[in-house]
Protein backbone atom coordinates (compact mmCIF):
# COMPACT_ATOMS: atom_id res chain seq x y z
CA UNK A 1 0.00 0.00 0.00
CA UNK A 2 3.03 2.66 0.69
CA UNK A 3 4.74 1.66 -2.50
CA UNK A 4 1.00 2.35 -4.09
CA UNK A 5 0.82 5.74 -2.26
CA UNK A 6 4.30 6.69 -3.21
CA UNK A 7 3.96 5.94 -6.70
CA UNK A 8 0.50 7.91 -7.08
CA UNK A 9 2.62 11.13 -5.33
CA UNK A 10 5.30 10.81 -7.68
CA UNK A 11 2.46 10.95 -10.43
CA UNK A 12 0.90 13.87 -9.23
CA UNK A 13 4.34 15.96 -8.82
CA UNK A 14 4.94 15.20 -12.19
CA UNK A 15 1.74 16.32 -13.76
CA UNK A 16 1.96 19.76 -11.16
CA UNK A 17 5.48 20.36 -12.86
CA UNK A 18 3.80 19.77 -16.31
CA UNK A 19 1.46 21.99 -16.08
CA UNK A 20 1.91 25.90 -17.78
CA UNK A 21 1.97 28.74 -15.07
CA UNK A 22 -0.64 30.53 -16.24
CA UNK A 23 -3.13 27.82 -17.80
CA UNK A 24 -6.63 28.78 -17.94
CA UNK A 25 -9.07 30.82 -19.48
CA UNK A 26 -9.46 34.77 -19.46
CA UNK A 27 -13.34 36.32 -21.06
CA UNK A 28 -12.87 39.88 -21.85
CA UNK A 29 -16.11 41.67 -23.43
CA UNK A 30 -17.08 45.60 -24.19
CA UNK A 31 -15.96 48.54 -26.18
CA UNK A 32 -15.99 48.68 -29.83
CA UNK A 33 -13.32 51.14 -29.67
CA UNK A 34 -11.05 48.85 -27.90
CA UNK A 35 -11.86 45.37 -29.60
CA UNK A 36 -9.15 45.92 -31.75
CA UNK A 37 -6.83 46.16 -28.59
CA UNK A 38 -8.23 43.87 -26.68
CA UNK A 39 -7.31 40.99 -29.16
CA UNK A 40 -4.02 42.20 -29.89
CA UNK A 41 -2.94 42.25 -26.36
CA UNK A 42 -4.55 38.81 -26.26
CA UNK A 43 -2.63 37.40 -29.17
CA UNK A 44 0.36 38.69 -27.75
CA UNK A 45 0.21 37.58 -24.77
CA UNK A 46 -0.81 33.90 -25.83
CA UNK A 47 2.67 33.81 -27.42
CA UNK A 48 4.90 33.92 -24.35
CA UNK A 49 2.22 32.35 -21.96
CA UNK A 50 1.86 28.57 -22.55
CA UNK A 51 -1.69 27.43 -22.38
CA UNK A 52 -3.65 30.62 -21.36
CA UNK A 53 -6.57 31.49 -23.38
CA UNK A 54 -7.32 35.11 -23.76
CA UNK A 55 -11.39 35.73 -25.41
CA UNK A 56 -12.31 38.93 -26.61
CA UNK A 57 -15.16 40.24 -27.88
CA UNK A 58 -16.88 43.63 -28.40
CA UNK A 59 -20.30 44.88 -28.77
CA UNK A 60 -20.12 48.11 -27.20
CA UNK A 61 -19.00 49.48 -23.71
CA UNK A 62 -22.75 49.29 -21.95
CA UNK A 63 -22.26 45.75 -23.14
CA UNK A 64 -19.07 44.84 -21.57
CA UNK A 65 -20.41 46.57 -17.74
CA UNK A 66 -23.93 44.16 -18.44
CA UNK A 67 -21.74 40.87 -18.64
CA UNK A 68 -19.49 41.85 -16.05
CA UNK A 69 -22.65 42.79 -13.90
CA UNK A 70 -24.42 39.47 -14.88
CA UNK A 71 -21.38 37.50 -13.77
CA UNK A 72 -20.86 36.49 -17.57
CA UNK A 73 -17.16 38.27 -18.60
CA UNK A 74 -13.90 37.96 -16.04
CA UNK A 75 -13.27 41.70 -17.26
CA UNK A 76 -14.95 44.62 -19.38
CA UNK A 77 -13.30 46.64 -21.61
CA UNK A 78 -14.87 50.47 -21.33
CA UNK A 79 -13.75 53.77 -23.37
CA UNK A 80 -16.13 55.37 -20.41
CA UNK A 81 -15.94 55.71 -16.88
CA UNK A 82 -18.13 53.36 -15.11
CA UNK A 83 -21.65 55.03 -13.97
CA UNK A 84 -22.23 55.03 -9.82
CA UNK A 85 -25.44 52.97 -10.87
CA UNK A 86 -23.45 50.55 -12.64
CA UNK A 87 -20.94 50.15 -9.95
CA UNK A 88 -23.68 49.95 -7.33
CA UNK A 89 -25.31 47.08 -9.23
CA UNK A 90 -22.02 45.18 -9.05
CA UNK A 91 -21.75 45.84 -5.40
CA UNK A 92 -25.09 44.61 -4.45
CA UNK A 93 -25.05 41.10 -6.96
CA UNK A 94 -21.69 40.20 -5.96
CA UNK A 95 -20.46 42.14 -2.31
CA UNK A 96 -17.49 43.67 -4.08
CA UNK A 97 -17.17 46.82 -5.89
CA UNK A 98 -15.85 47.48 -9.89
CA UNK A 99 -12.25 47.75 -10.17
CA UNK A 100 -11.19 50.32 -12.17
CA UNK A 101 -8.03 50.16 -14.47
CA UNK A 102 -6.81 52.93 -16.55
CA UNK A 103 -4.82 50.79 -19.50
CA UNK A 104 -4.67 52.93 -22.41
CA UNK A 105 -5.65 56.83 -23.52
CA UNK A 106 -7.35 58.03 -26.78
CA UNK A 107 -8.42 61.26 -28.66
CA UNK A 108 -11.81 60.95 -29.69
CA UNK A 109 -10.77 62.16 -33.50
CA UNK A 110 -13.86 63.87 -36.10
CA UNK A 111 -13.63 62.15 -39.58
CA UNK A 112 -14.28 63.67 -42.79
CA UNK A 113 -13.48 62.50 -46.09
CA UNK A 114 -10.22 63.06 -47.15
CA UNK A 115 -11.51 65.32 -50.28
CA UNK A 116 -13.13 67.90 -47.52
CA UNK A 117 -11.15 71.37 -48.21
CA UNK A 118 -11.83 71.68 -44.03
CA UNK A 119 -8.56 70.98 -41.31
CA UNK A 120 -10.17 72.20 -37.93
CA UNK A 121 -13.49 72.92 -36.56
CA UNK A 122 -14.27 74.16 -33.01
CA UNK A 123 -15.57 72.43 -30.29
CA UNK A 124 -19.14 74.59 -30.70
CA UNK A 125 -18.80 73.66 -34.55
CA UNK A 126 -18.87 70.30 -34.03
CA UNK A 127 -21.66 70.44 -30.89
CA UNK A 128 -23.68 72.21 -33.82
CA UNK A 129 -23.36 70.00 -36.05
CA UNK A 130 -24.42 67.26 -34.41
CA UNK A 131 -27.27 68.88 -33.10
CA UNK A 132 -28.60 69.73 -36.07
CA UNK A 133 -27.85 73.64 -35.78
CA UNK A 134 -25.43 73.66 -38.69
CA UNK A 135 -26.40 71.40 -41.76
CA UNK A 136 -24.14 72.80 -44.29
CA UNK A 137 -20.36 72.61 -44.33
CA UNK A 138 -20.35 76.36 -45.80
CA UNK A 139 -21.24 77.43 -42.44
CA UNK A 140 -18.08 76.22 -40.90
CA UNK A 141 -15.84 77.38 -44.07
CA UNK A 142 -16.56 74.09 -46.60
CA UNK A 143 -18.21 73.62 -49.34
CA UNK A 144 -21.59 74.45 -50.16
CA UNK A 145 -23.01 70.71 -49.43
CA UNK A 146 -25.33 69.19 -46.64
CA UNK A 147 -23.39 67.42 -44.30
CA UNK A 148 -24.21 63.55 -43.51
CA UNK A 149 -23.93 62.80 -39.85
CA UNK A 150 -22.74 59.50 -38.64
CA UNK A 151 -22.79 58.38 -35.21
CA UNK A 152 -22.82 55.60 -32.47
CA UNK A 153 -25.40 53.72 -30.85
CA UNK A 154 -26.86 54.29 -27.62
CA UNK A 155 -24.59 51.10 -25.69
CA UNK A 156 -21.42 52.42 -27.19
CA UNK A 157 -18.73 54.33 -24.63
CA UNK A 158 -17.79 56.77 -27.65
CA UNK A 159 -21.67 57.87 -27.97
CA UNK A 160 -21.79 58.68 -24.02
CA UNK A 161 -18.51 60.54 -24.01
CA UNK A 162 -19.24 62.23 -27.50
CA UNK A 163 -22.85 63.40 -26.06
CA UNK A 164 -21.60 64.55 -22.51
CA UNK A 165 -18.29 66.34 -23.46
CA UNK A 166 -18.86 67.52 -26.94
CA UNK A 167 -23.14 68.31 -27.25
CA UNK A 168 -23.20 68.77 -23.27
CA UNK A 169 -25.95 66.29 -22.88
CA UNK A 170 -27.74 67.79 -25.93
CA UNK A 171 -29.58 65.56 -28.26
CA UNK A 172 -28.23 64.07 -31.16
CA UNK A 173 -30.09 65.41 -34.51
CA UNK A 174 -32.80 63.02 -35.90
CA UNK A 175 -31.07 62.80 -39.34
CA UNK A 176 -27.52 60.99 -37.97
CA UNK A 177 -27.41 57.70 -38.96
CA UNK A 178 -26.17 55.65 -36.32
CA UNK A 179 -23.92 52.73 -37.22
CA UNK A 180 -22.83 49.42 -35.28
CA UNK A 181 -18.94 50.69 -34.38
CA UNK A 182 -16.11 52.64 -35.47
CA UNK A 183 -14.86 50.76 -38.27
CA UNK A 184 -18.42 51.24 -39.92
CA UNK A 185 -18.12 55.24 -39.21
CA UNK A 186 -14.63 55.55 -40.88
CA UNK A 187 -16.05 52.93 -43.66
CA UNK A 188 -19.34 55.49 -44.30
CA UNK A 189 -16.96 58.73 -44.38
CA UNK A 190 -14.60 57.27 -46.15
CA UNK A 191 -17.26 56.43 -48.94
CA UNK A 192 -19.25 60.20 -48.40
CA UNK A 193 -17.23 62.94 -49.73
CA UNK A 194 -20.21 65.18 -47.32
CA UNK A 195 -19.83 62.75 -44.25
CA UNK A 196 -18.91 63.27 -40.74
CA UNK A 197 -18.12 60.76 -37.52
CA UNK A 198 -15.82 60.17 -34.74
CA UNK A 199 -14.19 57.52 -32.84
CA UNK A 200 -11.04 56.22 -31.36
CA UNK A 201 -7.63 57.66 -32.71
CA UNK A 202 -6.64 54.14 -33.75
CA UNK A 203 -9.49 53.78 -36.64
CA UNK A 204 -8.38 56.93 -38.55
CA UNK A 205 -7.55 55.52 -41.90
CA UNK A 206 -8.69 56.34 -44.92
CA UNK A 207 -10.31 59.58 -43.87
CA UNK A 208 -9.06 63.03 -42.71
CA UNK A 209 -8.77 63.62 -38.97
CA UNK A 210 -9.63 67.14 -38.24
CA UNK A 211 -7.56 69.10 -35.52
CA UNK A 212 -10.16 70.17 -32.77
CA UNK A 213 -9.90 73.66 -31.20
CA UNK A 214 -11.58 74.46 -27.80
CA UNK A 215 -12.72 77.38 -28.57
CA UNK A 216 -12.70 80.00 -31.64
CA UNK A 217 -9.53 81.34 -29.48
CA UNK A 218 -7.63 78.65 -28.92
CA UNK A 219 -5.01 76.48 -31.17
CA UNK A 220 -6.18 73.73 -33.74
CA UNK A 221 -4.69 70.68 -31.83
CA UNK A 222 -4.29 66.80 -33.34
CA UNK A 223 -4.98 63.88 -30.67
CA UNK A 224 -1.13 62.60 -29.74
CA UNK A 225 0.40 60.50 -27.27
CA UNK A 226 1.94 64.50 -25.79
CA UNK A 227 -1.68 66.36 -26.36
CA UNK A 228 -3.87 63.57 -24.72
CA UNK A 229 -1.23 63.29 -21.91
CA UNK A 230 -0.89 66.77 -20.84
CA UNK A 231 -5.40 67.40 -21.76
CA UNK A 232 -4.04 69.87 -24.67
CA UNK A 233 -6.31 67.57 -26.78
CA UNK A 234 -10.01 68.74 -26.04
CA UNK A 235 -11.12 65.06 -26.64
CA UNK A 236 -8.76 63.18 -24.64
CA UNK A 237 -9.43 60.04 -22.48
CA UNK A 238 -8.63 57.26 -20.98
CA UNK A 239 -9.92 53.58 -21.90
CA UNK A 240 -10.28 51.33 -18.80
CA UNK A 241 -10.74 47.79 -17.96
CA UNK A 242 -13.38 46.87 -15.09
CA UNK A 243 -13.24 43.73 -12.54
CA UNK A 244 -15.29 42.78 -9.70
CA UNK A 245 -13.24 43.29 -6.98
CA UNK A 246 -9.45 42.76 -7.05
CA UNK A 247 -8.22 40.65 -9.40
CA UNK A 248 -6.37 37.24 -8.86
CA UNK A 249 -4.78 34.94 -10.64
CA UNK A 250 -5.26 34.50 -14.21
CA UNK A 251 -6.90 37.55 -14.81
CA UNK A 252 -4.29 39.42 -12.38
CA UNK A 253 -1.66 38.10 -14.52
CA UNK A 254 -3.16 39.72 -17.98
CA UNK A 255 -3.84 42.53 -16.61
CA UNK A 256 -0.48 43.58 -15.06
CA UNK A 257 1.10 42.49 -18.25
CA UNK A 258 -1.20 44.45 -20.08
CA UNK A 259 -0.16 47.73 -17.32
CA UNK A 260 3.87 46.75 -17.98
CA UNK A 261 6.05 47.33 -20.57
CA UNK A 262 5.40 45.37 -23.22
CA UNK A 263 1.39 45.96 -22.93
CA UNK A 264 1.62 49.16 -23.42
CA UNK A 265 3.96 48.42 -26.65
CA UNK A 266 0.51 47.13 -27.86
CA UNK A 267 -1.29 50.36 -27.04
CA UNK A 268 1.25 52.57 -29.25
CA UNK A 269 1.30 49.13 -32.38
CA UNK A 270 -2.69 49.44 -32.47
CA UNK A 271 -2.39 53.48 -32.46
CA UNK A 272 -3.90 54.41 -29.18
CA UNK A 273 -1.32 56.03 -26.42
CA UNK A 274 0.29 54.59 -23.21
CA UNK A 275 -1.01 55.56 -20.06
CA UNK A 276 2.25 56.09 -18.99
Known sequence: ???????VRLILVSVTIATPAFAGSVTIKGSDTMVVL?????????????????????????TGISALTNGTTDIAESSRSMKDAEKA??????????????????????????????????MDQIKQIYTGKIENW??????????????????????????????????????????????????AVARDKN????????????IKALRVKKDA??????????????????????????????PAGD???FIDWVSGKDGQKVVTDVGYFPVK
Not at 115 to 121: D, G, H, I, T, W
Request: proline residues 2%.
Open 38 to 62: GQKWAETYMKTHAGQTIQVTGGGSG
Open 89 to 122: AVQAKFSQPATEFVVARDGVTVYVHKSNPLNELT
Open 1 to 7: MNRITSL
Open 195 to 206: GVGYGGAAYAKN
Open 251 to 253: VKA
Open 217 to 246: ASAAIAPSAATVKDGSYALARALFFYTRGT
Open 138 to 187: KEVGGADAKITIYSRENNSGTYVFFKEHVLQNADFAARAQTLPGTAAVVN
